[in-house]
C-alpha cells in the first residue's frame, strides 16, 4: 500500500509539472512562429520552469529535467521554424571532418559527449584516490581545528587550478568525507564547490569555460588576472564555511593504524589527469584522455566500474540541464561591461555557464579574466549552476536541497561580490582581443571599433570610443 501510495504521489506531481509546462503551449503557441510573452520568448518561460521546479522538488531533479528537456524539446520542434534538430547538435559539416579537426567541430554534441565523458570518469576518478589511501593519511598532516577545513578548501583552489574543476571537487570531496567521518556541513560541501571553480577560473586548462576563450584566441595572460577576485572570495567563503565545518564535526584527529598509500593507484589517477590535460590542449575533448587512462590504468589496478551506474543519473540531469540552456534564444546580450559580466556571474548560477561564455566570445570585446570569475565562480551559487556542483551532489545527496544550498552557503554569494568588486577595483576593465574582435581596427560588422579612424583607434581608451 505504501509504495502505491508513493508512486501515486510521484505520477500525481509529474503530471501537474508537466500540464504547468505544455500550458502556455496549448494557451500561446499558434501559427507555427515562436512565441514572446511581452518582451520574453517562451522558450525562457519554460526554462524558467524546469528550474523552479528543480529547486521546489529537489528529491524528484532527474525527472523533473528529463521532463523539462521533452517538453523544451516538443515545443522548439513543433512551433519554431528557425529550429533545426540536426544541426543544432551536429552542425552542417561532416561527422568524418569534425572528428579529424577539432576546429572544423560544430552544433552540441561535443560539449555533451565532453561532459558525460568527465562527469563518469571523474567519478571513478576520485573513488581509485579514495582507495590510494591519501585521504586517510591527511589528518596527520592538517591541522585539528578549524583551519584544518581552510586549508583543504585552499588545497582544492590549487588542485583546480591545473586540473578540471570536476575532479578538483570531487577529490576535495573524497578527502572531506573521511577526515570529517561522513558528516559534511552542506554549507562546506558549497564551498567545496566554490574553491573548485575559483581555483580554475584564472587558468586556460582549470575550466572548460577558460579553455574555450584560449581556444578562441583569448591569450592565457589575459585570464589570469581572474585570480585577484579568486583569491580574495576565497579568503572571505573559506573562513565561514571552515568554522560551519568545525562546529558541525571537526577533523578527525588522528589517521588509521597501519594505513599504506597504494601508489599504483596514485599512479592511476596522475595518468587519469596527465589524459585530461593533453587532451583537451590536442584535441578540444579531455573526456577522451580520461578514458584512455581509465582503461590503461585498468591492466594495473582493478578499475571501479560500479561507480559508473552510481553516477550515472547525476550525470543525466546536468545533460539535460545542458541541452535546455542550449535550445535558449539567446542571440545577444547587452554591450560588453562590468556591469553586464557581474550580471552574467549571477546569471550562470542557473544557466549554464558553456553557452553564456560562447556568446560572449561571439560578442567579443569582453575583460575575459573578469567574464571568466563571474561565469565561472557565479555557477557556485546554486548547486546545478556547474558541472562541479553536479558531480559532488552524486556524493552528497543532502546538497541538492536549493534552500539549504543558498542558506547554509550564503557565504559563496557574498564572496562573489566581494570577489568581483576587489578585481574591478584595483584594476578596472580591461577588455581584450580575441581571433575575430580586435580591440584595434576591429573587422568585425557591428563592433563597437568598427568604423573608427585608426589615429583615434590608437589614442582613445575603449571606453571613448563606446561612447562616441
Known amino acids: 500500500m505504501f509504495k502505491v501510495s508513493f508512486m501515486n504521489n510521484s505520477m500525481k506531481r509529474t503530471t501537474l509539472f508537466v500540464l504547468a509546462l505544455l500550458a502556455p503551449t496549448i ?58 534538430f540536426m544541426e543544432h547538435f551536429f552542425g552542417t559539416t561532416p561527422m568524418g571532418e569534425q572528428l579529424m579537426d ?37 589528518p596527520r598532516y592538517l591541522p585539528d581545528d578549524w583551519k584544518g577545513p581552510f586549508l583543504l578548501l585552499v588545497f582544492v583552489f590549487i588542485l583546480s587550478s591545473f586540473l578540471d574543476n570536476i575532479a578538483a571537487a570531487l ?24 574553491a573548485s571553480n575559483a581555483g580554475g577560473s584564472g587558468s586556460v586548462v582549470g575550466d572548460t569555460t577558460t579553455t574555450m576563450m584560449w581556444i578562441d584566441g583569448v591569450s592565457a595572460l589575459n585570464v589570469i588576472h581572474a585570480y585577484v577576485a579568486a583569491f580574495a572570495a576565497l579568503l572571505f567563503f ?30 592511476i589517477v596522475a595518468l587519469i589527469l596527465a589524459g585530461a590535460i593533453i587532451s583537451n590542449i590536442v584535441y578540444d575533448m579531455p573526456a577522451l584522455g580520461v578514458w584512455i587512462a581509465i582503461i590503461i590504468g585498468a591492466f594495473i589496478r582493478k578499475a571501479p566500474w560500479q ?18 540552456a ?45 567574464l571568466a570569475y563571474a561565469v565561472g565562480f557565479g555557477g557556485s551559487m546554486i548547486w546545478f549552476g556547474s558541472s562541479a556542483g553536479v558531480a559532488i551532489t552524486n556524493k552528497f545527496p543532502e546538497g541538492r536541497n536549493v534552500i539549504l544550498w ?38 568585425v560588422p557591428g563592433c563597437p571599433m568598427a568604423d573608427k579612424p585608426v589615429a583615434d583607434l590608437q589614442t582613445a581608451s575603449y571606453h571613448e570610443l563606446l561612447n562616441n
Open 27 to 84: 494557451l500561446l503557441a499558434s501559427g507555427g512562429n515562436p512565441v514572446s510573452i511581452g518582451p520574453i520568448r517562451l522558450e525562457f518561460i519554460f526554462f524558467g520552469m524546469i528550474l523552479l521546479g528543480v529547486a521546489l522538488f529537489h528529491k524528484h531533479t532527474f525527472w523533473v529535467a528529463i521532463t523539462g528537456l521533452a517538453v523544451l524539446m516538443t515545443y522548439k520542434l513543433a512551433f519554431d521554424p528557425g529550429f533545426h
Open 102 to 138: 577539432k576546429e572544423l567541430r560544430q552544433g552540441e554534441w561535443g560539449i555533451i559527449l565532453n561532459l558525460l565523458g568527465l562527469l563518469l570518469g571523474f567519478a571513478m576518478l576520485s573513488k581509485i584516490f579514495e582507495e590510494s589511501g591519501v585521504p586517510e593519511i591527511l
Open 171 to 194: 577529490i576535495g570531496g573524497t578527502i572531506a568525507l573521511v577526515v570529517f567521518k561522513n558528516k559534511v556541513h552542506i554549507g562546506y560541501i558549497a564551498a567545496l564547490v566554490a
Open 238 to 267: 573559506a573562513w565561514f564555511a571552515a568554522h560551519q565545518q568545525d562546529k558541525y564535526q571537526k577533523i578527525q584527529s588522528e589517521s588509521k593504524a597501519g594505513v599504506k598509500i597504494d601508489w599504483a593507484k596514485l599512479l
Open 307 to 324: 561507480e559508473v551506474p552510481g553516477s550515472l543519473k547525476g550525470t543525466i540531469f546536468l545533460l539535460c540541464l545542458v541541452t535546455c
Open 326 to 370: 542550449s535550445l535558449m534564444p539567446v542571440e545577444e546580450l547587452p554591450d560588453a561591461s562590468w556591469v553586464t559580466a557581474l550580471s552574467l556571474g549571477f546569471l550562470s548560477a542557473v544557466f549554464d555557464n558553456i553557452p553564456l561564455t560562447k556568446l560572449c566570445l561571439d560578442q567579443g570585446h569582453y575583460d575575459w579574466g573578469m
Open 406 to 443: 543558498v542558506k547554509k552557503g550564503w557565504h559563496v554569494a557574498v564572496a562573489y561580490v566581494i570577489g568581483f568588486f576587489t578585481l574591478y577595483l584595483i584594476m578596472g576593465w580591461e577588455p581584450a582581443d580575441t581571433k575575430e574582435h580586435k580591440i584595434i581596427n576591429c573587422p
